[in-house]
């Protein structure tokens, strides 16, 4: 059992840059895989990016690839979030996942979820 809170979201105005961050208690962090995920209004959640649990391999959706980055802190038990050249269409509520095995593509899989962050991205 692992408890993820995330922080860091916010407003910001097209084209600027925000970082996210995900503190995990209650396991082993360097145990998990992690990841990211975001869910916009009326949308299903979709996957942003994932990380190895040493950090050393790094996977990112097509949308964001490019702009955004994730890492990890196994000393500090978090996970950053770092976005930029952020567009409206980034707009969302970001969610913070673990998994022992794997982070899938599908939200479904995913054993633990953080309570979500929101970013609002203006025009």
């Known amino acids: 059992q692992v408890q993820l809170v995330e922080s860091g979201g916010g407003l910001v105005q097209a084209g600027g840059s925000l970082r996210l961050s995900c503190a995990a208690s209650?396991?082993?962090?360097?145990?998990?895989?992690m990841g990211w995920f975001r869910q916009a209004p009326g949308k299903e959640r979709e996957f942003v990016a994932r990380?190895?649990?040493?950090?050393?391999?790094?996977s990112y959706s097509d949308s964001v690839k490019g702009r955004f980055a994730i890492s990890r802190d196994n000393a500090k038990n978090t996970m950053y979030l770092q976005m930029m050249n952020l567009k409206p269409e980034d707009t969302a509520v970001y969610y913070c996942?673990?998994?022992?095995?794997?982070?899938?593509?599908?939200?479904?899989?995913?054993?633990?979820w953080g309570q979500g962050t929101q970013v609002t991205v203006s025009s």
């Open positions: 990380i190895s649990r040493s950090g050393g391999i790094t």
């Open positions: 209650g396991g082993t962090f360097s145990n998990y895989r």
């Open positions: 996942a673990a998994d022992i095995s794997s982070i899938s593509d599908n939200y479904r899989d995913i054993d633990y």
